[in-house]
């Protein structure tokens, strides 16, 4: 396929507008009177993108940015007000929990409504049913009224009737958050299952996480408008600053510079980072560390203020974002003045126990606003950074290597067998 054929969803200029009244007498006036008695709200404005078929996109933003409004609007469930949505393919969509269910009924016939709701035919529900409840998890409660179903329940059963259309497009929205463990990592299975027959996931989160172990891109909505798109890591860092920003707001401090790599185009104006480097026990910088060396981690700050207490540190991700270790003077109970003017080294101390592979490391340079040290402003954040590979012959899953060990086998009596 090319062109066109190749988007499951294109968006131009798409637009949504409420309009807000302060007292529901005011919208009678309006229509009477003919005079504006509203404020207007755009809860969109002048959204532009697209989505390839296959593709895993995650919408991020803070809250009120317009996330769960761009998700109705291509659901077809919320009328735009300005621009154009082209949707190629049958949309399997997750909103509102509950949405489309009856809550007087129980849930085996919710499972029907739910499978009305998104085009399924009676046959196609009736061959479905038994996988929906197996997969949701219910089966003791799925002849229940679903009015007696927790908020997590609902979502099990939401997902599970969503996820058995095989949709050409699936959009959620949030709707995993209020699911347990076991279930969410089933869901997340699910979604990469349907993003791999060739359809498209489109799903709305504030989870970071999720959005760097299942998406291929991400797009970040800050007022109703798009601020970033593109690598899933590059967009979770600006949504993080924007949160930094925030903060600093609150706290009525300098906002605070997001820098990606070495590219310093703009400097903190109190305190910066000079640059960082992962070195061995020799001093010099190395790119390539083995499994149980010993590293050290150099920091270098120059204050333009005087500053009465600062934070250094640094996390540890993998090249898709995940966060697997980090720390820093806070959380080591250590605080640090500098002077204007001033320049200092801060050093950490690590030993290798990566899994082999490449990893990225963040820096971070903070000002503590009291003895809390929880109360803090970010000043700079230096993102990818440093880039360093990993090596080791040991044999074991995950990221990184907690030395575990075997220390035996024993027989157990019959008595110390029933005891445990």
Request: charge should be negative; glycine fraction near 10%.
């Amino acid at each position: 396929m090319s062109g066109r054929d190749d988007y499951a969803i294109r968006v131009r200029g798409l637009s949504k507008m409420y309009r807000i009244y302060e007292k529901p007498s005011d919208m009678l006036a309006e229509l009477v009177t003919r005079r504006p008695r509203h404020r207007e709200h755009w809860a969109l404005r002048d959204v532009s993108f697209d989505v390839k078929r296959g593709e895993v996109v995650g919408v991020i933003g803070r809250n009120g940015a317009g996330k769960s409004t761009l998700l109705r609007i291509i659901s077809d469930t919320l009328d735009k007000t300005e621009g154009e949505v082209t949707v190629n393919g049958r949309i399997s969509a997750i909103m509102v929990l509950g949405t489309g269910f009856n809550m007087d009924l129980t849930g085996r016939e919710n499972i029907l409504l739910g499978g009305l709701c998104l085009g399924m035919t009676h046959e196609e529900i009736e061959r479905k049913t038994a996988d929906v409840i197996a997969f949701s998890g219910l089966n003791s409660f799925i002849d229940a009224p679903c009015k007696g179903y927790s908020t997590g329940m609902l979502a099990r059963l939401a997902f599970s009737i969503a996820a058995s259309v095989e949709p050409d497009i699936l959009i959620v929205d949030e709707a995993l958050a209020t699911g347990d463990v076991l279930f969410n990592v089933k869901s997340y299975s699910r979604m990469r299952e349907i993003a791999k027959s060739g359809a498209t996931v489109l799903f709305v989160t504030h989870s970071l996480q999720q959005i760097y172990d299942l998406c291929d891109r991400a797009i970040l909505l800050e007022g109703g408008r798009v601020a970033a798109t593109g690598n899933p890591r590059t967009v979770g860092y600006l949504y993080e600053d924007m949160v930094h920003q925030e903060m600093a707001d609150i706290n009525q401090s300098a906002a605070p510079v997001l820098q990606m790599g070495h590219d310093a185009s703009e400097a903190p104006t109190k305190a910066r980072i000079l640059g960082a480097d992962l070195v061995d026990a020799a001093g010099e910088p190395v790119h390539r560390v083995k499994d149980g060396e010993d590293y050290l981690i150099r920091i270098r700050v120059r204050a333009d203020q005087d500053i009465d207490s600062i934070s250094v540190g640094y996390d540890i991700r993998t090249q898709t974002g995940v966060q697997i270790y980090g720390t820093s003077m806070s959380a080591l109970g250590i605080r640090e003045s500098i002077a204007a003017g001033e320049e200092k080294r801060f050093d950490f101390t690590l030993r290798a126990a990566f899994n082999t592979g490449a990893y990225v490391i963040n820096f971070g340079l903070a000002e503590f606003l009291s003895e809390d040290t929880s109360h803090y402003s970010m000043i700079h954040f230096i993102a990818d950074s440093v880039m360093f590979e990993a090596e080791t012959t040991a044999r074991f899953p995950g990221l990184v290597n907690l030395r575990g060990g075997y220390s035996g086998a024993w027989p157990l009596s019959a008595n110390q067998a029933r005891r445990l």
